[in-house]
Every structure is written in structure tokens, then in C-alpha cells.
């Protein structure tokens, strides 16, 4: 049977703490790509974002922004960015309060880097940003934005979710109050249904490998689900299975016990 296999990018394939993808990984990917076993990433971040990690050019499709965008060699085959309006309305909001943010188009992203933690944030995930000019932020509305993230307190989550309704705000697990806020409809699992279903006739088990809370609803579409160790628990509790730590080897480790390499 054909299989293919999604792969979150931060603290799954890439360890931030270190930057850096772990060689055991890499021949991990080498070794799936010589059997003919589909590869693609699902992540959070944007794709311009993708186009800087060294293992870009091993993967054909990437599903990134949370789902919002799906590419195959390069080609644009989905997009679904954040109502403009509501995009303007939240920016004014976070203008009027301070709050740090930064937003991702289709090719760049940018945010205020004067701000502690914008210039956290980016450190964090190696991400490099572009600075948000005064004219590109009045007149945002002619703009797509397919994600933004933002520093959040917990006290105001809800607030914002209720002010929001279209908007999903899923917290990230690895930076203070640092939340991802994209389409509501658009997820990593709705990305890999619309692939799904757009499938030639070709049966096909899918795999899922994943550490964070954004990996939910990609678990739900896929056969065999892979939890990192150093993944949050309740990921682990909606697992197939767990396995090692991305400094243990998680990935490679798991592809043998699974017999997929």
C-alpha cells in the first residue's frame, strides 16, 4: 500500500533549542524518499519561513500557515487568507493596546522588531522577519495575511475568541503567551483532507508525526499518529503512538519501529 507522511517542522523535525535538524532525521528522510514513500511538512509557520529551513528543497509539498496554504513544487494549489476586514480590525486592536505581533503574507513576514517579543519570537523559531512599515500596516486590508501571531495573556484568550469567532487561536508551547491566530476553518487536518480528497485512485495510509497542540486536528485525519516525547500531553493522549524525544532520536527511532525505513 502507498503511504504518505506529514511532518511538523518546530521541535519535530527542528530542534530550536539548537536550530538545527539532527542527522539521524535527515537519513531518516533520505531513506523514506528511496522507497517512494510520500513526504510533505505541515506547519505553523509561514512559507516564507519554510524557504529558510536547509531541509526546504526534500520536500515536494508543504502545507504551512496552519493549513491556510498548501504548495507542491512551488506551485500554489490552496490558499484560504484571513478575512481582510477582520485582519484590520484585530491590528487596530493590538495597535491601541501595544501588543506585540508580527503577520505572515504569501512570500514574507514582518512584524515591529523594536518590540522584546517580536525579536524573542524570532530569535526562538529562526525567523527571521522583515520590519512592518507604517504604510504596508495602513493599508493592510489590501493585503493577504494567512496567519499572525501575537503575545496573548491567558486572562484575555477568551475575550479575544469571543471577539473573534472566525479567527482560531492555538497557543504555542514553547514561548510566553505566544499564540498562532489563523482562519478558523483552515487547520493542518483540513489542509491534509483537501489533499485527501484530491488523491489520484492510488490506495494510501497516511502517518502524521507532531509535538504541539496545532498537530490535534492533523491527527484526526491520518491513520497512524506519532507523538513526539518531548511533545504536550495531550497530544500524546490522541496518539497512535509516542515516540522518543527529538534530542532521542524521535523520528528515525520511530520510522524503524513502525518498519517505514
Not at 53 to 68: H, L
Not at 141 to 153: L, S
Not at 202 to 223: R, S, W
Request: charged share 25%; proline share 1%.
Amino acid at each position: 500500500m502507498n503511504k504518505s507522511i506529514f511532518f511538523d517542522v518546530d521541535n519535530t523535525l527542528v530542534c530550536r533549542e539548537k536550530n538545527m535538524i539532527s542527522k539521524s532525521t535527515i537519513q531518516a528522510i533520505k531513506s523514506l524518499k528511496k522507497k517512494n514513500i510520500n513526504i510533505a511538512i505541515a506547519t505553523g509557520r509561514s512559507l516564507a519561513m519554510v524557504k529558510q529551513e536547509s531541509f526546504y528543497d526534500m520536500f515536494k509539498t508543504i502545507i504551512s500557515a496552519n493549513g491556510s496554504l498548501i504548495t507542491v513544487n512551488d506551485e500554489v494549489i490552496y490558499k484560504e487568507y484571513m478575512n481582510q476586514r477582520l485582519v484590520r480590525d484585530l491590528l487596530t486592536v493590538f495597535e491601541k493596546n501595544q501588543t506585540p505581533y508580527c503577520i505572515h503574507f504569501l512570500h514574507e513576514s514582518k512584524g515591529k522588531l523594536n518590540q522584546a517579543w517580536v525579536a524573542e519570537f524570532s530569535i526562538k523559531y529562526n525567523m527571521p522577519l522583515g520590519y512592518l512599515e507604517e504604510d504596508i500596516l495602513n493599508q493592510i486590508e489590501k493585503y493577504e495575511v494567512f496567519q499572525i501571531n501575537a503575545y496573548i495573556k491567558d486572562s484575555e484568550i477568551e475575550m479575544m475568541r469571543q471577539s473573534y469567532p472566525q479567527f482560531s487561536f492555538v497557543k504555542l508551547i514553547d514561548i510566553e503567551d505566544g499564540y498562532d491566530i489563523f482562519n478558523k476553518h483552515c487547520s493542518k487536518g483540513s489542509a491534509i483532507r483537501y489533499l485527501k480528497s484530491h488523491q489520484s485512485g492510488k490506495e494510501m495510509e497516511y502517518y502524521a508525526f507532531g509535538d504541539g497542540f496545532n498537530d490535534l486536528e492533523m491527527f484526526a485525519e491520518v491513520d497512524y499518529s506519532i507523538a513526539m516525547g518531548n511533545g504536550c500531553d495531550l497530544l500524546k493522549e490522541r496518539a497512535t503512538y509516542v515516540t522518543d524525544s527529538i534530542h532521542e532520536n524521535g523520528i528515525y527511532n520511530a520510522l524503524k519501529n513502525l518498519k517505514l525505513i
